[in-house]
């Protein structure tokens, strides 16, 4: 039986990966007719850092089973610090997609370690305390990066932290000829944008790699025990800070590499991106899309970025017709005939014959 679960599981999986190949192939191919419009088309990038911001949320609110609400400020977190790397090596890696390469591991690379320094009190925490502290941590991040300078120069990063609110970019002592790579309250400003779809497709197919497979390992199966049971799990002898950092430390990584590619995809972006909001919207998306469910976070990601724009031509009432759209699917994603019906096809269902 364990062997047919895992069979499964890896037919599942390889479903998830070649639909998501699908996808792309399909969406290259209206892009490369002009059967897409600017606007969509410009919203390739931000929709798969929207996905895999999905997916890796999932990772901690339905496979670990914590309430966070402060994925906005690890994707702040790995945004700023991915800018400030691919800036910084303009002219030491003259290739772009190395560079945004680079850009996205410092990101991942950053907002682990905030996660770490975050996550290391904070799991102590349960429920609406632990989501009241990510919270928190998320407009710490904005509240520090809007008095953040940085620039860069042949002796190197200059940072200067402008608590007094007094200081100007002319303060970093920058040699003429020097770049400003953030500039406060206005961001990071222009920036080269180096992001692209590929880059895009290859962090979703990284993220299910990397959530799939954890989600499914020995690790995985702990880290559930931990949702369902937390006090039954450690009377069995599981580390449960262990196997919570292990979740939260890994959802972070990658909600930082996808706010690098984010960050570079724009000319110039500020802290308030990355809001109170965007933490509620990403969270959205895991809702919706189910919690533990990595494909309807994918397509809950991708549908609900796209609507708004596709409700433009009626902009008098695109956000009352957004709202109407968001319960009629709340509706039906708890009704429990259609979640029955649905349920028959999770992979570790035990039907008739396999069962005996």
Known sequence: MKNLHMKKYTRTNLLTYLGVIAAFVVMNMLSASGSLSRSLTGQLVPICCYMSMAVSLNL????????????????????FSGIVAAMSLQSAIPSAPLRLVIAMAVGAAAAALAGLVVGTP?????GDYLAIVTLAFGEIIKELVNCLLVGYDSKGLHVLFNLSGNKSVADLGLEPGGLAIIKGA??????????????????????????LNLKHSRAGRAIMALRDNAIAA???????????MMAFVTSAALAGAAGALYGLNFSSLQATKFNFNTSILVLVFVVL???????????????????PELLRAFSDYRMLVYAVVLILVMLTTNNPTLKSFFGRFKPGKSHGKEAA
Do not use: D, P
């Open 122 to 126: 904070v799991l102590r925490l349960r």
């Open 289 to 307: 899309g189910g919690l533990g469910n990595i494909w309807g976070s994918l397509i809950a990601a991708a549908a609900l970025t796209v609507l």
């Open 186 to 211: 206005q961001g990071a400003t222009g920036t080269a944008t180096i992001a692209t779809f590929t880059a895009g497709f290859v962090l979703v197919l990284v993220t299910l790699f990397v959530v």
């Open 234 to 244: 450690e009377s069995v002898g599981l580390n449960i800070t262990k196997y919570k």
């Open 60 to 79: 901690t609110v339905g496979i670990l089973g914590e309430l966070s609400l402060g994925h906005a400020g690890f994707m702040s977190v790995g945004a």
